[in-house]
């Protein structure tokens, strides 16, 4: 899956999330998941290796 990708689902979950009013620590938790759930789907990649790719584009 390409950076732009990730990038997207994260900030729609970040958003969501910080929308619904919860703390930045824990939206960005949350937009990590989503965005590694995604991937891992899209891709076949195991949680950890969809978590891990996530994490090096997001931060």
Not at 26 to 32: C, D, F, L, S, Y
Not at 36 to 45: F, I, P, T, W
Request: charged share 25%.
């Amino acid at each position: 899956m390409d950076a732009e990708s990730i990038k997207e689902a994260y900030q729609e979950a970040v958003d969501e999330a910080t929308g619904g009013g919860v703390d930045a620590g824990t939206a960005h938790q949350e937009g990590v998941t989503a965005a590694a759930m995604m991937v891992s789907a899209m891709d076949g990649l195991e949680d950890a290796d969809a978590r891990s790719q996530v994490e090096a584009v997001v931060g």
